[in-house]
């Protein structure tokens, strides 16, 4: 029986059943390579000395002991992993080219080798010599960090034999390529293949190996998705070039919570960590204008206060204008069909803005009522309190729904200064919040009663 041939297009990994000079699915000229089918399993009959090797299965109700974690100083990035790094784990950090992922490795690299950890950092993007600016510039020459610059897996691999670090950076998987995969580094099939080489072995040598990826313009990691199922965390490292904060973010974490966030803020000496990030986002704030909300977001386990700024002006143009930075323009565009038909707010031929300030990107629907408050705020040309804080999700029908962690969020305002706050009826609160607490039930009430509009 002739074995199936298997054909893979080395640009978006999709499969052939025969070879084309042209792959189907992406358009891209003589990318379609020849891959080697998996080798059959034994048959049901005769398994006798075919046979693999038996697992060992357990129970629901066994007990095992945690993974040992090594912080490495950090505050921040290790509150991101989860408590610190985990022994034979592999991590992978994305982010925009130019965002600090480097220098924050570095940095990280530094504290693991000052943490008693040996550390090695290979480079397939920078000579030894850049590394080492860096490391002049953030003070880190004196770090017991083991420098490499090399793009051949085989090498970096027979070199970590030999030198046996604990933890391993490579920056960045797009720059590494096996020798034995026919396609050009950076592509779907050496993206795929190094990756899966470096983190088994640093499953079978017990080392931490932290992987470097670029971003697409979508803003997700270049390469195969499969490549964020081998590993056991992903991180992404947000920020904006104007903005001197930068946000890494866990979307993906096998030893620790999801959606976990660590705030830094970019200064001549590197990253420094911002241990209170919702003071850091209000700091900027001026008197109370309209347009101007701020929201209790949670972020992770994290509560985070942000301001919300919104501006509605008329448009010369027959088509208005839905601009939304740091949130989704989709959830925007309803927010403001909500807005027009439950309460007779009328946007049409007005442009509208809407900004989160400080470069943070909000995700959760528990900003709803913030938004909504802001975009009647700049509308109707009137000033929330400076102090009072909103949250709160809306349905399509205009109801308010309450979000999860309302005391947290609460706690925090407080702690902040705040002594107000605007959420949905049925949220719970404790009789000790110390704020002044405005429940509405809907949001035409929130129309009606804070803004007199309608």
């Known amino acids: 029986m002739a074995k199936a041939q298997t054909f893979t297009c080395s640009d978006c990994g999709a499969a052939h059943s025969k070879w084309s000079g042209r792959c189907d699915a992406c358009g891209a000229w003589n990318t379609i390579r020849e891959e080697a089918p998996l080798s059959q399993g034994p048959s049901s009959k005769g398994l006798g000395a075919a046979r693999g090797r038996g697992i060992a299965l357990t129970d629901l109700a066994s007990r095992e002991t945690p993974p040992p974690r090594t912080p490495c100083g950090l505050g921040e990035f290790d509150r991101v992993l989860g408590g610190g790094l985990v022994p034979a784990s592999a991590v992978l950090v994305g982010g925009d080219p130019g965002i600090g992922k480097s220098t924050l490795l570095l940095q990280a690299a530094a504290r693991f080798a000052a943490a008693g950890l040996k550390a090695a950092y290979i480079s397939g993007e920078e000579a030894t010599a850049q590394i080492r600016m860096r490391a ?40 590494m390529w096996l020798d034995t995969v026919d396609s050009a580094p950076g592509s779907v099939a050496q993206v795929r293949s190094t990756a899966h080489e470096l983190t088994t072995y640093a499953k079978r040598r017990g080392m931490a190996v932290i992987l470097v990826g670029h971003v697409t313009k979508e803003g997700q990691i270049a390469g195969p998705r499969v490549v964020e199922h081998m590993v056991d965390t992903v991180l992404y490292f947000e920020g904006e070039r104007g903005h001197q904060f930068r946000i890494l973010r866990a979307v993906k974490n096998r030893f620790g919570p999801a959606d976990e966030i660590g705030v830094f803020e970019m200064t001549g000496a590197g990253l420094s960590e911002v241990t209170n990030p919702s003071a850091l986002f209000l700091s900027e704030r001026d008197a109370p204008a309209p347009g101007s909300v701020v929201f209790a977001g949670m972020e992770g386990t994290r509560p985070v206060l942000c301001e919300i700024q919104a501006l509605v002006a008329p448009t010369p143009h027959s088509q208005p204008r839905r601009s939304a930075v740091g949130w989704d323009g989709g959830r925007l565009s309803m927010i403001l069909a909500v807005l027009e038909s439950r309460c007779g707010i009328p946007f049409t031929g007005l442009d509208v803005y809407l900004n989160v300030a400080g470069g943070l990107r909000i995700a959760e629907p528990a900003a709803d009522l913030a938004v909504a408050a802001a975009l009647l705020s700049a509308r109707e040309d009137t000033a929330l309190p400076h102090d009072t804080v909103v949250f709160g999700e809306i349905s399509l029908s205009g109801a308010l729904r309450p979000v999860t962690q309302t005391e947290t969020r609460l706690k925090e305002a407080r702690k902040l200064g705040f002594t107000g706050a605007i959420l949905p009826e049925r949220s719970k609160t404790g009789p000790g919040s110390g704020l002044t607490v405005q429940k509405m039930p809907d949001l035409a009430a929130l129309v009606g009663g804070i803004f007199g509009a309608g």
């Not at 880190?140 to 391993?168: H, M, Q, S, Y």
């Open 136 to 175: 002049n510039r953030l003070g880190l020459t004196d770090a017991p960090v083991r420098l490499g610059a090399e793009t051949n897996l085989r090498d970096i691999l027979t070199t970590f034999d030999k030198e046996t670090p604990d933890i391993a950076i490579i920056d960045s998987i797009q720059t």
